[in-house]
């Protein structure tokens, strides 16, 4: 089965701070996504990857910027923490070959 | 700009009743459409996809149909059980097989 795990299910900072999510896969996918959840609003994209060091703005980049330096691992960060960024992160990973995105658990970030 | 609709936000229904859901689209040709189901407090599972020249495709229990004319995909629940209470989302995708657009969601709640 295919697993991709985030850091943290849950996770609270201040605004103002510097944040990492951190998503691994383990099944050697070359796409990976983060996507942020609210409620109302659906699953938005942030950013994603197509191969290490490679990535691509999606829909709503502003505030976040992401690192893929080996094949396994997508890290979001948030450079300063602000309130409109408490949301549900989620990360997934793609094989090239296929469409279908697995998802991590999510991440619950709440900045205050 | 792209739009994708579910028409419902929510849906209940009895067990043992065929539930259906509908996604709609707009200012938009995906190559491929897909449902996920998702869990409170869970990242979404992928369940079918279906590609634009195709009508129909069906796994166990469930069914979907696409319609690129009507810019529709209906999702069919039969013999409905209290285990498929969900929220189920809508995906389009390209043929560069990129990013996905999510629509918000259609959460079934399935009463015995």
């Known amino acids: 089965d295919v697993k991709v795990t985030q850091s943290s299910r849950y996770l609270v900072k201040r605004t103002g701070e510097k944040v990492f999510l951190e998503c691994v896969q383990d099944?050697?996918?070359?796409?990976m996504f983060w996507y942020r959840q609210d409620p109302g609003l659906g699953l938005r994209l942030i950013y994603f990857?197509?191969?290490?060091?490679?990535?691509e703005k999606g829909d709503i980049p502003e505030g976040y910027s992401v690192s893929r330096e080996k094949k396994e691992r997508f890290s979001l960060i948030l450079e300063s923490a602000s309130t409109n960024q408490t949301s549900m992160y989620l990360c997934?990973?793609?094989?090239?070959?296929?469409?279908?995105?697995?998802f991590g658990p999510g991440t619950r970030l709440t900045v205050t | 700009s792209q739009k994708i609709e579910q028409n419902s936000e929510a849906l209940n229904i009895q067990e043992g009743k065929t539930a259906t859901l509908t996604c709609n689209y707009t200012?938009?040709?995906?190559?491929?459409l897909q449902w996920y189901r998702q869990d409170p407090g869970r990242g979404p599972v992928f369940l079918l996809l279906?590609?634009?020249?195709?009508k129909e495709k069906r796994k166990e229990r469930l069914k979907v149909t696409f319609d690129t004319t009507l810019k529709q995909s209906l999702f069919h629940i039969t013999a409905s059980q209290p285990a498929d209470s969900a929220t189920y989302l809508c995906?389009?995708?390209?043929?560069?097989?990129?990013?996905?657009?999510f629509g918000k969601g259609t959460t079934l709640s399935v009463s015995s």
């Open positions: 099944m050697d996918h070359e796409n």
């Open positions: 200012n938009y040709s995906p190559a491929y």
């Open positions: 279906i590609r634009e020249n195709e």
């Open positions: 990857s197509y191969d290490v060091k490679m990535k």
């Open positions: 995906a389009l995708g390209d043929q560069a097989g990129t990013a996905l657009i």
């Open positions: 997934a990973s793609r094989p090239g070959q296929s469409y279908e995105q697995y």
